[in-house]
């Protein structure tokens, strides 16, 4: 589902160059849960925003389901965004202004879903992660958990083959954390691929595939 080969990830200028990512390569199987863990700044977010194609490398290659993305063109790449990857943020990036509901059409609108369609997908996405009862609440209302769990509904609604999830239980309680890694490990079994950052070694051991960055390198990929 993922290979990334050499990727590399530089910031700053010819001057000051920083390298956040560093010749990492790995390879996440169809169907897999995986975890990728490591100390903070030590490039998790920055490589899985190269994976969600929202970001570019400034060196080496990532395929997706099969397709080389580093000669797409941004029109391409947000096509393969949109149809088969979901994004959990690490923060929240909710309209805060809006519903539940209006923030999840947001995302089946830029896919391109039918009125009758995002009605449907809706409701199913907040059922999935029990969250229907809040569907006309204002996004701001909502507890950190049931923001978390709005936010893997949006990244469910287009129905991905691959979910990435940027610490989703990073500032949730122990109750919250266990509802979201149940829905992740539920999603999986459905058949979803998952990869998930997270700095808990607790929750790390949920995944069946555990790769760990130190200062923008892997020093270790287990199966
Ligand atoms: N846009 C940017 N410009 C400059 N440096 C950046 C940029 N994005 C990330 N970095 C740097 O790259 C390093 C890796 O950042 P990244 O956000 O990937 O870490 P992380 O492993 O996700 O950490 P955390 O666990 O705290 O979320 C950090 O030192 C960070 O300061
Ligand atoms: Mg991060």
């Given at each position: 589902m993922i290979i990334c080969q050499n990727l590399i990830k530089e910031f700053g200028t010819a001057d000051n160059i920083f390298r956040a990512?560093?010749?990492v390569s790995f390879r996440i199987e169809k169907g897999e849960f995986a975890a990728l863990i490591g100390a903070s700044g030590?490039?998790?977010?920055?490589?899985?925003?190269?994976?969600?194609?929202?970001?570019?490398?400034?060196?080496g290659s990532i395929l997706?389901?099969?397709?080389?993305?580093?000669?797409?063109?941004?029109?391409?790449?947000?096509?393969?965004?949109?149809?088969?990857?979901?994004?959990?943020?690490?923060?929240?990036?909710?309209?805060?202004a809006?519903?539940?509901?209006?923030?999840?059409?947001?995302?089946?609108?830029?896919?391109?879903?039918?009125?009758?369609?995002r009605k449907k997908r809706i409701d199913e996405c907040l059922e999935q992660?029990?969250?229907?009862?809040?569907?006309?609440?204002?996004?701001?209302?909502?507890?950190?958990?049931?923001?978390q769990r709005c936010c893997i509904?949006?990244?469910?609604?287009?129905?991905?083959?691959?979910?990435?999830?940027?610490?989703?239980?990073g500032n949730l309680d122990s109750e919250n954390t266990e509802k979201i890694m149940e829905l992740l490990t539920q999603l999986n079994r459905q058949g979803t691929t998952v990869l998930l950052i997270t700095h808990d070694l607790e929750d790390a051991k949920r995944a069946s595939h555990i790769i760990t960055l130190k200062d923008g390198s892997v020093i270790s990929d287990e199966k």
């Open positions: 990512v560093n010749d030590s490039g998790k977010s920055t490589l899985m925003n190269m994976i969600g194609l929202i970001d570019m490398p400034t060196k997706l389901d099969g397709e080389e993305t580093s000669p797409m063109s941004e029109k391409q790449r947000a096509a393969l965004r949109w149809g088969k990857i979901g994004y959990v943020f690490q923060s929240f990036y909710l309209e805060e809006y519903t539940v509901s209006q923030n999840i059409e947001m995302a089946l609108l830029i896919s391109g879903t039918e009125a009758p369609e992660v029990g969250l229907l009862h809040k569907k006309e609440a204002l996004a701001s209302s909502l507890s950190g958990g049931e923001k509904a949006r990244a469910i609604a287009n129905r991905p083959k691959l979910l990435l999830a940027d610490e989703p239980c």
